[in-house]
Protein backbone atom coordinates (compact mmCIF):
# COMPACT_ATOMS: atom_id res chain seq x y z
CA UNK A 1 0.00 0.00 0.00
CA UNK A 2 1.52 3.24 -0.67
CA UNK A 3 2.15 5.85 1.62
CA UNK A 4 -0.02 9.17 1.50
CA UNK A 5 1.85 12.15 0.79
CA UNK A 6 2.28 14.38 3.51
CA UNK A 7 2.17 17.25 1.21
CA UNK A 8 1.12 17.26 -2.41
CA UNK A 9 2.01 18.97 -5.71
CA UNK A 10 0.53 19.52 -8.63
CA UNK A 11 0.71 22.25 -11.46
CA UNK A 12 -1.93 23.79 -13.38
CA UNK A 13 0.16 25.74 -16.07
CA UNK A 14 2.48 28.14 -14.64
CA UNK A 15 0.68 27.68 -11.11
CA UNK A 16 2.27 25.08 -8.37
CA UNK A 17 -0.45 23.92 -6.49
CA UNK A 18 0.90 22.64 -2.69
CA UNK A 19 -1.75 21.13 -0.72
CA UNK A 20 -1.67 19.91 3.16
CA UNK A 21 -2.90 16.67 2.79
CA UNK A 22 -3.52 15.84 6.88
CA UNK A 23 -6.85 16.30 6.74
CA UNK A 24 -7.60 13.89 9.93
CA UNK A 25 -5.17 15.73 11.31
CA UNK A 26 -6.50 19.45 10.86
CA UNK A 27 -3.45 19.26 8.50
CA UNK A 28 -1.45 20.13 11.63
CA UNK A 29 2.12 20.55 11.29
CA UNK A 30 5.29 18.30 12.59
CA UNK A 31 9.00 17.65 11.34
CA UNK A 32 7.92 15.88 8.26
CA UNK A 33 5.04 18.13 7.32
CA UNK A 34 7.61 21.30 7.44
CA UNK A 35 10.07 19.04 5.29
CA UNK A 36 7.45 18.54 2.74
CA UNK A 37 6.57 21.26 2.38
CA UNK A 38 10.30 22.63 1.92
CA UNK A 39 10.64 19.90 -0.08
CA UNK A 40 7.39 21.49 -2.06
CA UNK A 41 8.76 25.13 -2.40
CA UNK A 42 11.80 24.30 -3.99
CA UNK A 43 9.68 22.35 -6.53
CA UNK A 44 8.04 25.23 -7.40
CA UNK A 45 10.79 27.56 -7.59
CA UNK A 46 11.64 25.85 -10.63
CA UNK A 47 8.99 24.78 -12.05
CA UNK A 48 6.53 27.73 -11.62
CA UNK A 49 5.43 31.13 -11.92
CA UNK A 50 3.32 31.59 -8.88
CA UNK A 51 2.09 28.85 -6.45
CA UNK A 52 -1.38 28.63 -4.14
CA UNK A 53 -0.99 26.95 -0.58
CA UNK A 54 -4.03 25.49 0.68
CA UNK A 55 -5.44 22.96 2.94
CA UNK A 56 -7.11 19.66 2.37
CA UNK A 57 -10.19 18.72 4.12
CA UNK A 58 -12.02 20.65 7.37
CA UNK A 59 -9.27 23.61 7.02
CA UNK A 60 -6.09 25.21 6.31
CA UNK A 61 -3.61 24.36 8.90
CA UNK A 62 -4.69 23.68 12.82
CA UNK A 63 -1.29 24.60 13.77
CA UNK A 64 1.59 22.15 15.91
CA UNK A 65 1.13 18.74 16.10
CA UNK A 66 1.26 18.85 19.62
CA UNK A 67 0.43 15.21 19.97
CA UNK A 68 3.51 14.28 17.90
CA UNK A 69 5.44 17.67 19.58
CA UNK A 70 8.75 16.12 21.79
CA UNK A 71 9.87 17.80 25.12
CA UNK A 72 13.15 19.49 23.81
CA UNK A 73 15.81 20.71 25.51
CA UNK A 74 15.63 24.82 24.88
CA UNK A 75 19.03 24.28 22.28
CA UNK A 76 16.91 21.87 20.08
CA UNK A 77 13.86 23.95 20.48
CA UNK A 78 15.91 27.00 19.32
CA UNK A 79 17.49 25.23 16.25
CA UNK A 80 14.07 23.53 15.86
CA UNK A 81 12.22 26.97 15.20
CA UNK A 82 14.89 27.83 12.92
CA UNK A 83 14.13 24.83 11.00
CA UNK A 84 10.85 26.66 10.50
CA UNK A 85 12.39 29.50 9.44
CA UNK A 86 14.63 28.30 6.56
CA UNK A 87 11.56 26.72 5.37
CA UNK A 88 9.37 29.12 5.62
CA UNK A 89 11.82 31.78 4.05
CA UNK A 90 12.42 29.81 0.84
CA UNK A 91 8.56 30.47 0.61
CA UNK A 92 8.72 34.51 1.65
CA UNK A 93 12.16 35.10 -0.25
CA UNK A 94 12.30 32.85 -3.10
CA UNK A 95 11.63 33.91 -6.87
CA UNK A 96 7.98 32.97 -6.91
CA UNK A 97 4.60 34.73 -5.26
CA UNK A 98 3.14 32.82 -2.82
CA UNK A 99 -0.71 32.85 -2.21
CA UNK A 100 -2.78 31.49 0.77
CA UNK A 101 -6.22 30.12 0.40
CA UNK A 102 -7.68 29.90 3.53
CA UNK A 103 -10.64 28.14 4.97
CA UNK A 104 -11.70 27.19 8.48
CA UNK A 105 -9.00 26.76 10.89
CA UNK A 106 -5.84 28.50 10.29
CA UNK A 107 -4.17 28.94 13.74
CA UNK A 108 -0.76 28.81 15.37
CA UNK A 109 1.93 27.59 13.01
CA UNK A 110 -0.77 27.73 10.20
CA UNK A 111 -1.36 30.94 10.30
CA UNK A 112 2.87 31.30 10.53
CA UNK A 113 2.53 29.46 6.89
CA UNK A 114 -0.16 31.70 5.30
CA UNK A 115 1.43 35.02 7.00
CA UNK A 116 5.13 33.67 5.41
CA UNK A 117 2.81 33.99 1.97
CA UNK A 118 2.78 37.69 -0.51
CA UNK A 119 -1.23 37.33 -0.68
CA UNK A 120 -3.97 35.51 1.65
CA UNK A 121 -7.22 34.72 0.58
CA UNK A 122 -10.11 33.76 3.21
CA UNK A 123 -13.67 32.18 2.61
CA UNK A 124 -16.17 33.42 5.35
CA UNK A 125 -15.28 29.83 7.17
CA UNK A 126 -11.80 30.60 8.02
CA UNK A 127 -10.60 32.27 11.40
CA UNK A 128 -7.17 32.92 13.03
CA UNK A 129 -5.89 32.58 16.52
CA UNK A 130 -2.07 32.27 17.93
CA UNK A 131 -2.80 30.11 20.66
CA UNK A 132 0.75 29.41 22.19
CA UNK A 133 0.10 31.64 24.67
CA UNK A 134 -2.71 30.02 26.43
CA UNK A 135 -0.45 26.85 26.04
CA UNK A 136 2.73 28.18 27.79
CA UNK A 137 5.06 28.62 24.64
CA UNK A 138 5.43 31.45 22.08
CA UNK A 139 5.25 31.38 18.86
CA UNK A 140 8.28 29.49 16.97
CA UNK A 141 7.31 29.66 13.13
CA UNK A 142 7.91 33.46 12.12
CA UNK A 143 4.92 35.31 13.62
CA UNK A 144 6.97 37.67 15.76
CA UNK A 145 7.74 39.07 12.12
CA UNK A 146 5.56 38.26 9.58
CA UNK A 147 2.10 38.03 11.59
CA UNK A 148 2.82 41.37 13.46
CA UNK A 149 4.54 43.44 10.50
CA UNK A 150 0.66 42.49 8.70
CA UNK A 151 -1.08 43.82 11.87
CA UNK A 152 0.88 45.39 14.04
CA UNK A 153 2.32 44.24 17.54
CA UNK A 154 -0.60 45.05 19.97
CA UNK A 155 -3.15 43.23 18.05
CA UNK A 156 -0.70 40.16 17.93
CA UNK A 157 -0.33 40.41 21.74
CA UNK A 158 -4.35 40.51 22.46
CA UNK A 159 -4.37 37.58 20.44
CA UNK A 160 -1.26 35.69 21.96
CA UNK A 161 -2.37 37.15 25.71
CA UNK A 162 -6.18 36.75 25.24
CA UNK A 163 -6.50 33.75 22.81
CA UNK A 164 -8.52 35.90 20.88
CA UNK A 165 -9.91 34.49 17.87
CA UNK A 166 -10.15 36.80 14.85
CA UNK A 167 -12.93 35.28 11.97
CA UNK A 168 -12.25 36.11 8.63
CA UNK A 169 -13.76 39.67 8.18
CA UNK A 170 -11.82 40.78 10.85
CA UNK A 171 -8.97 39.06 9.76
CA UNK A 172 -10.09 41.31 6.29
CA UNK A 173 -10.67 44.75 7.78
CA UNK A 174 -6.73 44.62 10.21
CA UNK A 175 -5.09 43.60 7.01
CA UNK A 176 -4.04 39.96 7.97
CA UNK A 177 -6.67 38.85 4.79
CA UNK A 178 -6.04 40.72 1.23
CA UNK A 179 -9.32 39.19 -0.17
CA UNK A 180 -12.72 37.47 1.40
CA UNK A 181 -14.56 35.35 -0.24
CA UNK A 182 -17.22 33.15 -0.32
CA UNK A 183 -17.77 29.86 1.20
CA UNK A 184 -15.35 27.43 -0.65
CA UNK A 185 -14.18 29.79 -3.10
CA UNK A 186 -10.87 30.60 -1.46
CA UNK A 187 -8.85 28.34 -3.62
CA UNK A 188 -10.48 28.88 -6.38
CA UNK A 189 -9.69 32.89 -5.99
CA UNK A 190 -6.44 32.40 -5.04
CA UNK A 191 -5.79 30.28 -8.08
CA UNK A 192 -7.00 33.24 -10.66
CA UNK A 193 -4.96 35.31 -9.03
CA UNK A 194 -1.88 33.28 -9.28
CA UNK A 195 -2.47 32.61 -13.19
CA UNK A 196 -2.68 36.92 -13.23
CA UNK A 197 0.69 37.82 -11.51
CA UNK A 198 2.36 34.86 -13.69
CA UNK A 199 1.79 37.11 -16.72
CA UNK A 200 3.75 39.72 -14.60
CA UNK A 201 6.90 40.86 -16.15
CA UNK A 202 9.93 39.00 -13.83
CA UNK A 203 11.90 42.19 -13.16
CA UNK A 204 8.86 43.64 -11.49
CA UNK A 205 8.34 40.44 -9.29
CA UNK A 206 11.96 40.80 -8.72
CA UNK A 207 11.09 44.28 -7.30
CA UNK A 208 8.19 43.59 -5.26
CA UNK A 209 9.32 40.22 -4.12
CA UNK A 210 13.21 41.22 -3.07
CA UNK A 211 13.54 44.91 -2.50
CA UNK A 212 10.11 45.87 -1.61
CA UNK A 213 10.39 44.01 1.87
CA UNK A 214 13.63 45.31 2.41
CA UNK A 215 12.61 49.29 1.57
CA UNK A 216 10.34 48.46 4.74
CA UNK A 217 13.07 47.84 7.04
CA UNK A 218 15.44 51.01 5.35
CA UNK A 219 15.60 54.39 6.16
CA UNK A 220 13.44 56.77 4.11
CA UNK A 221 16.38 58.07 2.22
CA UNK A 222 18.00 54.62 1.49
CA UNK A 223 14.22 52.96 1.19
CA UNK A 224 13.91 55.67 -2.03
CA UNK A 225 17.36 54.67 -3.31
CA UNK A 226 16.62 51.10 -4.18
CA UNK A 227 13.34 52.10 -5.46
CA UNK A 228 15.17 54.46 -8.07
CA UNK A 229 17.32 51.41 -8.76
CA UNK A 230 14.59 49.41 -9.16
CA UNK A 231 12.51 51.82 -11.36
CA UNK A 232 16.07 51.61 -13.49
CA UNK A 233 16.19 47.77 -13.69
CA UNK A 234 12.76 47.04 -14.55
CA UNK A 235 11.91 49.84 -16.85
CA UNK A 236 14.86 49.23 -19.22
CA UNK A 237 13.33 45.43 -19.72
CA UNK A 238 12.47 44.09 -22.42
CA UNK A 239 8.98 43.38 -21.22
CA UNK A 240 8.07 46.83 -19.84
CA UNK A 241 9.59 48.27 -23.60
CA UNK A 242 7.25 45.91 -25.02
CA UNK A 243 4.30 46.60 -23.06
CA UNK A 244 5.09 50.43 -22.97
CA UNK A 245 5.11 50.54 -26.58
CA UNK A 246 1.79 48.73 -26.64
CA UNK A 247 0.37 51.30 -24.40
CA UNK A 248 1.69 54.15 -26.23
CA UNK A 249 0.13 52.88 -29.66
CA UNK A 250 -3.03 52.09 -27.68
CA UNK A 251 -2.79 48.66 -27.52
CA UNK A 252 -2.30 48.07 -24.37
CA UNK A 253 -4.69 47.21 -21.49
CA UNK A 254 -6.00 50.33 -19.55
CA UNK A 255 -6.97 50.52 -15.88
CA UNK A 256 -10.43 49.98 -15.20
CA UNK A 257 -12.60 50.60 -11.95
CA UNK A 258 -12.84 47.79 -9.22
CA UNK A 259 -15.26 45.37 -9.82
Not at 26 to 55: P, S
Not at 113 to 132: G, I, K, M, N, Q
Request: net charge neutral; with cysteine; proline share 3%.
Amino acid sequence: MATRELVTFGLDGKIALIGLNRAEKRNAINDAVIAAIENAVERAQKEARALVVFGNGPCFCAGLDLVEHETRPAEEVFYHSRGWHRAFRKLRHGRVPAIAALHGATIGGGLELAAACHLRVADRSAFFALPEGSRGIYVGGGASVHVARLIGASRMADMMLTGRVLDAAEGERIGLVNYLVEESEAKNKALALAHKIAATAPLTVLGVLQALPRVQDMSEDDGLFVESLMAALSQTGPEAVQRLAEYAQKRGTKVKGPG
